[in-house]
């Protein structure tokens, strides 16, 4: 649940509340990792809104090994009707499966785009080891595969011989999508909110976003004194050497002001700046959904992104932004239409703001509900 784990992770919370807002009784259990704070352990506390239970995590922050946890499951997992796992190349989840078919309930697990080929690929060996070591057998005896979109099923099901899947997308919050624009803008805390028409990137800064060819791009076509005012927002986090490499290339090519690194961007902020963008950016490798984007489309501000990125068919169908290859001169040719045009720009992002419509946490919540009651219902 952390931000460090990025979109996947953090949509536990809004989805956890939108299904209660439908008559479910959740309980998030979960490790401590990444948590700010000391949160109470081992007993069911409020956290943000929800009734969560925190274990200590022992074995480092990937592994997530707690025995602690792995003794709760086993003792409680009986008195569920339905576990639902989020992630999959860990000990909790591995040990969350396995209390789940001991005590004869079903579960579904949401692999957050780590089973595909090209995620299969990195650190190879490591998931080979967690593969025979459980992870097939939690694959192979789950209720159901959660993908979170078509493209995602289709590759995992193909490459690992998986037959069972349920495509549900994220879904996204609108409240704040409804407020004035002053009330998002009034502090100012950013000069480039108002100051430039600008390109907001708004994810974990990794080499897989494709953002140092993006950043090339930018920087080549800004030399048409057309474009001259536009800025290149890369709000987020990501490894020191990766982010420090960005802003040395960014210096290297005389970028000045013309590229701004704010750090992450929560709350009121990452409000503001998506409210105030021109187009969101995710010229991703890969990207298994991509939450920003549908988060910007809600805003009714296009996006522009790569074919890899799995919603990239829902967007080319709506005309809610523009899709490039993760290129040079494919991005500065899509960048060129889209900053050029403010027009296009604002026929595009009302589209998107009516594809987002189906995305409402409410909705997806609804299928989610869907989900599970087939799951019960096959379970009798």
């Not at 709760?72 to 909790?92: E, P, Q, R, T």
């Not at 090519?253 to 105030?276: I, S």
């Amino acid at each position: 649940m952390s931000r460090q784990s990025g979109g996947p992770s953090q949509a536990i919370l809004p989805m956890c509340r939108a299904l209660r807002d439908k008559g479910v009784d959740v309980l998030l259990a979960t490790t401590d990792s990444g948590i700010n704070g000391s949160p109470a352990l081992e007993r069911i506390t409020s956290y943000q809104g929800l009734p969560v239970i925190f274990f200590r995590k022992q074995l480092g922050a990937s592994f997530k090994y707690s025995r602690p946890f792995s003794l709760w499951l086993d003792k409680n997992v009986a008195s569920y009707d339905l576990l639902h796992i989020h992630a999959v190349f860990n000990h909790a989840c591995i040990a969350a499966a396995r209390a789940s078919r001991v005590n004869r309930v079903p579960y579904i697990v949401r692999p957050l785009g780590t089973l595909d080929p090209w995620s299969m690929r990195q650190k190879s060996l490591r998931k080979g080891v967690f593969w025979h070591a459980g992870i097939k057998r939690m694959l192979t005896k789950a209720a159901g595969i959660h993908y979170t979109a078509k493209g995602e099923q289709e590759t995992v099901e193909q490459s690992l011989k998986l037959n069972h899947g349920i495509v549900v997308p994220l879904g996204i919050e609108t409240r704040a999508t409804e407020r004035p624009k002053a009330e998002t803008d009034s502090s100012g805390q950013f000069g480039w909110l108002r100051e430039h028409p600008y390109i907001l990137v708004l994810s974990r800064l990794l080499p897989t976003k494709g953002l140092d060819i993006l950043l090339d791009a930018f920087l080549s076509l800004i030399k048409c004194k057309e474009f001259q005012s536009w800025r290149l927002v890369l709000a987020g986090e990501g490894p020191a050497g990766y982010v420090e490499s960005l802003k040395r290339r960014a210096s290297e090519l005389r970028a000045g002001d013309r590229v701004v690194f704010p750090g992450w961007l929560d709350g009121e902020k990452k409000e503001a700046a998506l409210m105030n963008a021109s187009l969101l950016a995710l010229p991703s490798h890969h990207e298994n959904f991509g939450l920003c984007v549908m988060e910007s489309l809600a805003y009714g501000v296009p996006v522009l992104i790569s074919p890899h990125v799995n919603l990239a068919p829902d967007v080319e169908i709506a005309g809610a932004g523009w899709v490039a290859a993760v290129r040079r001169d494919s991005l500065e040719a899509a960048l060129a239409e889209a900053l050029g045009s403010a027009r296009e720009r604002q026929k595009r992002g009302e589209a998107g703001r009516n594809l987002a419509l189906n995305f409402a946490w409410p909705v997806i919540a609804g299928r989610l509900c869907d989900a599970y009651r087939t799951v019960l219902a096959a379970k009798n």
